[in-house]
């Protein structure tokens, strides 16, 4: 069991917005850490789509984007394309770990 | 570019050693900037935070593997290794390497992510 909570599922068609919440504590997001989201692709590593809450990459596209308010983050993505289809994460710091904790990941389907 | 490669045996008998290395290019564990990490991902399932261990030998481990876990570094080779002992079934995972960023946020606290991730390795624990 994940410390962080992630749906295990989200779907959309081509073109529409959807959102991926991720629940922490008040031993990592509630304690005001960070929220970092990675994207993992079928067969490949993590690879990191935002970071610092609301923070994108160099490369990462502006149809991505993180928010985050108590002890939950929100990863938004607008305009869904076939290719964003994949797993997602998101990552945190936990005080009581002394470590990073991640989410158990959510598979996001485009109809 | 930099680039992190794992690598070691893909099969590793019950109750023995895992070990793995990651081999870093286009940068040096050296670097006083950041930690090198090890997580890992059961087949199917979510990650999990394994360690971190910064080129001077500091290190910090998950409380729930450590007494397992080993890591070092090699900077001549620019390298860093994970050695995971009395293996069970349940440590059969994809295994990456990755460079850790960190950085104090507006309030102070000590934030940190991964930037950079190996492809990952397979390895099996099973007789």
């Known amino acids: 069991q994940s410390v962080l909570t992630q749906p295990p599922s989200v779907s959309g068609a081509p073109g529409q917005r959807v959102t991926i919440s991720c629940t922490g504590s008040?031993?990592?997001?509630?304690?005001?850490?960070?929220v970092h989201w990675y994207q993992q692709l079928p067969g490949t590593a993590p690879k990191l789509l935002i970071y610092?809450?609301?923070n994108r990459p160099s490369g990462v596209p502006d149809r991505f984007s993180g928010s985050k308010s108590g002890t939950s983050a929100s990863l938004a993505i607008t305009g869904l394309q076939p290719e964003d289809e994949a797993d997602y994460y998101c990552?945190?710091?936990?005080?009581?770990?002394?470590?990073?904790?991640f989410g158990g990941g959510t598979k996001l389907t485009v109809l | 570019q930099l680039q992190l490669q794992e690598s070691g045996p893909g099969l590793v008998k019950p109750s023995e050693t895992l070990s793995l290395t990651c081999t870093v290019s286009g940068g040096s564990v050296s670097s006083g900037s950041y930690f090198w990490s090890w997580i890992r991902q059961p087949p199917g399932k979510g990650l999990e935070w394994i360690g971190h261990?910064?080129?001077?030998?500091?290190?910090n481990y998950n409380p729930y593997l450590k007494s397992r876990v080993t890591l070092s570094v090699d900077s001549s080779k620019n390298q860093f290794s994970l050695k995971l002992g009395s293996v069970t079934a349940a440590d059969t995972a994809v295994y990456y390497c990755?460079?850790?960023?960190?950085?104090?946020?507006?309030?102070?606290?000590?934030?940190?992510?991964?930037?950079?991730w190996g492809q990952g390795t397979l390895v099996t624990v099973s007789s």
């Open positions: 008040s031993s990592n997001i509630g304690a005001g850490f960070h």
């Open positions: 990552q945190s710091y936990d005080r009581s770990l002394s470590g990073s904790v």
């Open positions: 990755a460079r850790r960023e960190h950085y104090y946020d507006s309030s102070g606290y000590y934030e940190e992510y991964f930037h950079h």
């Open positions: 261990i910064y080129y001077s030998g500091s290190n």
């Open positions: 610092g809450n609301i």
